[in-house]
């Protein structure tokens, strides 16, 4: 994959909650570059860091928790400590887990124009951009309805069209499908891949549904204690598979069963384990 530029920088980040927590650093020695129009998918354990590693690609860490920063993150070029919140919110959109803990206006149109406000655009781009945004995550022709008459899938898709409505370059979403049906988790992963190939939007997505990660991500980052472990195409990463289960993580299913046969004797896979089931059957062929 050819890659665009760094839009992306951490330089030895580390992050301390001023809050009491159970180890000292949230997020420890971070050095990781990610390219415009790059997929990447985080991965690790209750309290590994994704969260934390999130929240300074949108400034909320540091400018609005307290805590002890250290090293140098950049944005498309921008310190993010320095940057406007504005200029912020042009950059990088946020979806959290909980699509419910996202929503508090009476429609969808004005859930939209919320942020949107904030950011101070005119009537009439609202007007033009509510539809748009609607039309890209399948919700189109639903502005007046309350939002919290819509499905959990449609309620996440809505929180993705708010985040959309600010221009982002940069879309980071904090499991966005733990709170969603099946239907709906494919809905929204739908959309993120749809926004990365025809956008060319950069996706940062923790996610612990590693078959999906394994098939949509460029790149897969495993965290553990606040480090990064490993960084690499899901092939390379997922062929760490002895690792990842003693980090207490999975490996998509076929990956884990080419490593029990590999471990039989099998030698259909010295170059390494299949991550989809295409590839799969393809080695099998
Ligand atoms: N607001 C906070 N105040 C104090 N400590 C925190 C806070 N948020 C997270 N932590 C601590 O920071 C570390 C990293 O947590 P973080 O939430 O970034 O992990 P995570 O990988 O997102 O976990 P999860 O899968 O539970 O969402 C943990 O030790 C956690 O206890
Ligand atoms: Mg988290």
Redesign the pocket.
């Known amino acids: 994959m050819a890659k665009g530029k760094p839009v992306i920088e951490f330089k030895d980040v580390s992050f301390a ?1 001023a ?5 000292p650093y ?2 420890e020695d971070i050095n990781l570059t990610i390219y415009e129009g790059e997929y990447v998918a985080l991965l ?10 999130q929240l300074c690609i949108n400034g909320v860490i540091p400018n609005s ?1 307290m805590g002890e920063f250290s090293g140098e993150f950049l944005v498309y070029g921008q310190d993010t400590e320095t940057a406007s919140v504005r200029e912020l919110a042009k950059l990088v959109g946020m979806v959290f887990d909980n699509p419910e803990f996202q929503l508090s206006q009476m429609s969808v149109a004005e859930e939209i124009a919320l942020g949107m406000e904030n950011l101070g655009f005119s009537f009439e781009e609202m007007n033009r951009i509510i539809p748009e945004v609607l039309e890209i995550v399948g919700l189109s022709g639903l502005e007046e309805r309350s939002p919290f008459a819509l499905s959990g899938g449609q309620q996440q898709r809505l929180s993705i069209a708010s985040a959309l409505a600010m221009r982002p370059k940069i879309l980071v979403m ?2 966005p499908t733990s709170n969603v049906d099946p239907i709906g988790k494919e809905e929204i992963f739908a959309v993120a891949a749809k926004l990365n190939k025809e956008e060319n939007m950069t996706i940062i997505m ?1 996610e612990h549904e590693v078959e999906v990660m394994a098939a949509y991500a460029d790149r897969v980052i495993v ?1 553990d204690q ?1 480090k990064i472990l490993l960084n690499g195409t899901p092939k390379e990463v997922f062929s760490e598979s002895d690792l990842i289960q003693k980090l207490g993580l999975r490996t998509p299913q076929v990956t884990e069963l080419a490593a029990k046969l590999h471990k039989k004797g099998s030698r259909k896979y010295s170059k390494g384990y299949p991550v989809t089931l295409d590839e799969a059957a393809a080695s099998l062929r």
């Open positions: 909650y809050a009491a927590s159970d180890r949230a997020i690790g354990l209750n309290g590994a860091g994704k969260t934390s590693l928790i904090d499991e923790a965290m606040g």
